[in-house]
């Protein structure tokens, strides 16, 4: 019990005399706006690819429905989500590039 207790108040207060040395590099505002920038930017171009992928599965679902209704129906959905979900991420892309720039005029960076 007493190694538990040691090593976990060890664990726990080491750090705190080293503070200084973790925390001694700064970025600033234009390093994190780039960074989550490119996080978007790579996301963005993710959901753009799954539905690309999305629409050609639901445009082959559609060739080959063969006049079966419900594989006619189960086509459309899929071609009509995919361009739900790309419509959404050009949105959320758009207004995440609005957002940066009213940061960036606003912050300064």
Known sequence: MKTITKSLST???L???FYGQAFAATAGIAQVQSFLQNVITTIAGLAGLIATGFFVVGGLR???SSGNPQHLERAKRTIFFSAAGLAITIAAFVLSNIVSGLATNAFGA
């Open 11 to 13: 664990g726990i207060l």
């Open 15 to 17: 750090p705190l005399f």
């Open 62 to 64: 559609y060739i080959t």
